[in-house]
């Protein structure tokens, strides 16, 4: 199943930017690995913003939980992160299904 992820990275004021980005380096390094693996179909960071959008491919909504309870960034940092996790249906699934739909 795919499932579309939306990252969100906030940061407490106190905490030196040099120490996010040493754990966004492990995050980042992990997320690759995801993604040569077939895990993670693509991942974008956006422009600007401390957001990071990922297209994944699991079997379950429970692996994907434990996934992403295991992400360096959740494991670290995680009371500053929101993910909202979006299920993706294949557009050509639901292209046949609305052609269906008509007769």
Excluded at 60 to 70: A, G, H, P, R, Y
Aim: include cysteine; hydrophobic fraction near 45%.
């Amino acid at each position: 199943m795919l499932y579309h992820l939306d990252f969100h990275v906030e940061y407490p004021a106190s905490m030196p930017q040099k120490d996010l980005f040493s754990i966004w380096a492990r995050e980042a390094d992990a997320a690759l690995g995801a993604k040569q693996a077939g895990v993670v179909v693509d991942l974008w960071k956006c422009v600007g913003a401390r957001r990071v959008i990922a297209v994944v491919n699991v079997d379950s909504l429970d692996t994907l939980d434990q996934i992403l309870l295991d992400l360096p960034i959740m494991k670290e940092h995680g009371q500053h992160v929101q993910i909202d996790v979006t299920p993706l249906r294949r557009y050509e699934d639901f292209a046949a299904d609305v052609k269906k739909r008509l007769g």
